[in-house]
């Protein structure tokens, strides 16, 4: 079926109208409808995020283990995140000419955008109980806990952890007050922040599966930061446990020198790794 050409564990008679990632939307409208190309992904706040804020579509996630579809995001930007049309507005769709323009009316009344918000609100929390969300929740625990007692005085002016825009609007405008011009080449940490006393710069990095601070990203923000005449960068790497600091460090041994580790589970104390000069 069109999902097995992308998942082999798609269970076979699923329908588009079930669910559909953004890979089968751009491939279902730039080459069906459009006779052209796929569609690029980049192009979904165009044609994704306007009809999911009306509530024309609604957000989705295949549940693997139980091989159905779930309301709501629950792990941010999962290759298992889709969307399908809502069910009140494929009636709209599907109503008598004589019909549709009333039950469009009705549909876009300010009160029935807000009961859509709110349920679109209640089903994504109830679908983050059913699936593993530890990266958004390290992330969460960072800001929350590790910012103020290590970094007081830094202000968050970037997290990633949602769906949707690299960068929003919001965060344009937190840039613009840092004095930060991020380019489509830059690193985007899970979490940057910003000191305007001290015009630091301070990247954390939180680790549930893969992407420490190493050389290579340590490089990379550092050359930001001396870019937009930062008087300096710092870094952190956030793990949930001991336990997950260690497999991952047994194997890969790639935190970056100067820079800190903090555990959320030991959370009062936080550690400066360095490197031994060579003589």
Same mark, same amino acid.
């Given at each position: 079926?069109?999902?097995?050409? #992308?998942?082999?564990?798609?269970?076979?008679?699923?329908?588009?109208?079930?669910?559909? @990632?953004?890979?089968?939307?751009?491939?279902?409208?730039?080459?069906?409808?459009?006779?052209?190309?796929?569609?690029?992904?980049?192009?979904?706040?165009?044609?994704?995020?306007? =009809?999911?804020?009306?509530?024309?579509?609604?957000?989705?996630?295949?549940?693997?283990?139980?091989?159905?579809?779930?309301?709501?995001?629950?792990?941010?930007? &999962?290759?298992?995140?889709?969307?399908?049309?809502a069910d009140?507005f494929v009636?709209?769709?599907?109503?008598?000419?004589?019909?549709?323009?009333?039950?469009?009316?009705?549909?876009?009344?300010?009160?029935?955008?807000? #009961?859509?918000?709110?349920? #679109?609100?209640?089903?994504?929390?109830?679908?983050?109980?059913?699936?593993?969300?530890?990266? &958004?929740?390290?992330?969460?625990?960072?800001?929350?806990?590790?910012?103020?007692?290590?970094?007081?005085?830094?202000?968050?002016?970037?997290?990633?952890?949602?769906?949707?825009?690299?960068?929003?609007?919001?965060?344009?405008?937190?840039?613009?007050?840092?004095?930060?011009?991020?380019?489509?080449?830059?690193?985007?940490?899970?979490?940057? =922040?910003?000191?305007?006393?001290?015009?630091?710069?301070?990247?954390?990095?939180?680790? @549930?599966?893969?992407?420490?601070?190493?050389?290579?990203?340590?490089?990379?923000?550092?050359?930001?930061?001396?870019?937009?005449?930062?008087?300096?960068?710092?870094?952190? @790497?956030?793990?949930? @446990?001991?336990?997950?600091?260690?497999?991952?460090?047994?194997?890969?041994?790639?935190?970056?020198?100067?820079?800190?580790?903090?555990?959320?589970?030991?959370?009062?104390?936080?550690? =400066?790794?360095?490197?031994?000069?060579?003589?």
């Open positions: 079926s069109f999902y097995r050409l #992308q998942f082999k564990n798609f269970p076979a008679g699923i329908k588009f109208c079930e669910g559909a @990632t953004v890979a089968h939307i751009g491939c279902h409208f730039g080459i069906l409808q459009r006779g052209k190309g796929k569609a690029d992904r980049e192009g979904r706040d165009y044609w994704l995020k306007p =009809l999911w804020e009306i509530g024309a579509i609604e957000k989705v996630y295949f549940h693997n283990k139980k091989g159905i579809f779930i309301p709501g995001h629950p792990v941010a930007k &999962s290759q298992y995140n889709a969307y399908r049309l009140d009636k709209i769709l599907r109503a008598p000419e004589k019909k549709w323009h009333s039950m469009l009316a009705e549909w876009i009344s300010e009160d029935k955008i807000r #009961q859509r918000l709110k349920l #679109q609100a209640k089903l994504a929390k109830s679908s983050r109980q059913l699936v593993d969300t530890k990266h &958004s929740d390290l992330i969460r625990a960072s800001c929350e806990y590790y910012v103020p007692h290590f970094l007081p005085g830094y202000e968050i002016l970037y997290i990633d952890d949602a769906d949707g825009d690299r960068i929003r609007e919001q965060d344009r405008d937190n840039f613009n007050r840092a004095g930060i011009d991020i380019g489509l080449a830059d690193s985007m940490p899970d979490v940057l =922040l910003w000191n305007p006393e001290t015009d630091w710069l301070w990247v954390i990095e939180a680790v @549930t599966s893969d992407g420490e601070v190493d050389h290579h990203k340590v490089s990379n923000l550092t050359a930001l930061a001396q870019r937009c005449g930062k008087a300096g960068i710092g870094f952190t @790497t956030t793990y949930q @446990t001991w336990s997950v600091a260690a497999r991952r460090q047994g194997k890969h041994k790639n935190i970056a020198p100067g820079t800190y580790i903090w555990i959320q589970e030991d959370p009062s104390k936080h550690y =400066l790794a360095e490197a031994f000069e060579n003589e």
